[in-house]
């Protein structure tokens, strides 16, 4: 994995802690987690479940939430540590909270790369807050301590926490639940589309119908929601997200199809398995591509499904699963291309 060097600067802090201190920890925490103790003066605030389970393993004091204050201990701190957020509305929201949670002479620390807007939200933590700071440059990375931060002011957050019924931009006849702080929150996904247009598709050529289904990586549940039509017995979606979860959970009482929502990573807190799995791993939302999550997938997809059972997976079309699907499933068939996707049908 690529060193994030935003992590790495506030990383002493999280090795050294000597006064109270929450460490906001998103996504971009799990590189540095492995280098950061136990303390009894660190509580670990995370809207990942994989970054939950892992500094929970190491004894840390983890709370999975999607940063309402409300699941935190009720205290202050003396130091908030926070590596910043690919989206503006939970930045701004966390400096609020971040606000109200420090003590008088508390610290906010603030690290990230220029084009995130790391610098943007300095000046409007000075500008707009009030707040005593300055960043300082480190490379291709800003750090920066803030303090006094007035906690009467507030950034706009979009009322980050607050869920929403939504119209999507590209699809304004279907309304459902969603919230900032998930993938794609305003939209549906043109790779779920495609996923969802195929499996419509190819329903009449499956072998055996499939009765229940697992909604792999579910975000706000586009695809369980447009699951009713198949009469299926169950649906279980699960994702490792706080709040693709809240909104999933809101949205699976829009259908009429019984519907279990499950936080996990990759369906590690799963036990059951299924006719059907359907998922569009997070191969083309902003991560690195790598092998080893390729492979994870195609692993967790083999464990998870009956004998004879059916995963349909979209991802783009320069991923490839090769010889670890080989090995596993005695079907691989590329069903679908289009608009730089592919939906890839496994059969075990």
């Not at 500094?55 to 130091?79: E, G, M, V």
């Not at 957020?85 to 609020?96: T, W």
């Not at 000075?126 to 750090?143: F, I, P, R, V």
């Not at 279907?174 to 929150?185: A, L, V």
């Amino acid at each position: 994995m690529q060193t994030d060097t935003a992590l790495q600067q506030v990383l002493p802090k999280l090795q050294h802690i000597t006064q109270s201190t929450l460490w906001y920890a998103d996504e971009n925490a799990l590189p540095i987690l492995e280098h950061v103790p136990a303390n009894p003066l660190l509580t670990l605030v995370t809207n990942r479940y994989d970054i939950y389970q892992y500094a929970s393993a190491k004894k840390i004091t983890a709370i999975f939430t999607d940063f309402d204050s409300n699941d935190y201990p009720q205290q202050l701190f003396d130091q908030i540590i926070y590596r910043i957020s690919k989206e503006k509305a939970l930045v701004h929201f966390l400096i609020n909270q971040a606000s109200q949670l420090l003590t008088t002479n508390g610290i906010l620390t603030i690290s990230g790369y220029k084009q995130e807007g790391v610098k943007t939200y300095a000046d409007k933590l000075k500008k707009e807050l009030s707040a005593s700071g300055a960043l300082k440059k480190s490379k291709n990375t800003y750090t920066g301590e803030f303090s006094d931060i007035n906690k009467e002011q507030r950034l706009d957050d979009q009322q980050y926490l607050t869920l929403r019924k939504t119209s999507p931009k590209n699809n304004k006849d279907k309304t459902f639940y969603s919230k900032p702080g998930t993938f794609g929150w305003d939209k549906i996904d043109n790779g779920t589309q495609l996923l969802l247009e195929t499996f419509r598709s190819i329903y009449s050529d499956l072998q055996s119908k499939p009765s229940n289904v697992l909604d792999l990586g579910c975000g706000y549940g586009w695809i369980f929601l447009n699951l009713d039509e198949y009469n299926l017995s169950s649906i279980t979606a699960t994702d490792n997200n706080a709040a693709a979860l809240l909104s999933a959970q809101a949205n699976s009482q829009l259908i009429n199809t019984p519907t279990t929502i499950v936080a996990s990573d990759c369906a590690n807190t799963i036990d059951t398995t299924f006719d059907l799995i359907l998922c569009n791993p997070p191969f083309h939302r902003g991560f690195s591509h790598s092998k080893e999550l390729t492979d994870k997938f195609i692993s967790v997809c083999y464990q998870k499904l009956e004998k004879n059972g059916a995963a349909l997976l979209v991802t783009n079309e320069f991923v490839t699963f090769d010889k670890k699907a080989e090995a596993l499933f005695s079907k691989q068939e590329v069903v679908k291309k289009d608009q730089g996707f592919k939906i890839t049908l496994l059969v075990k």
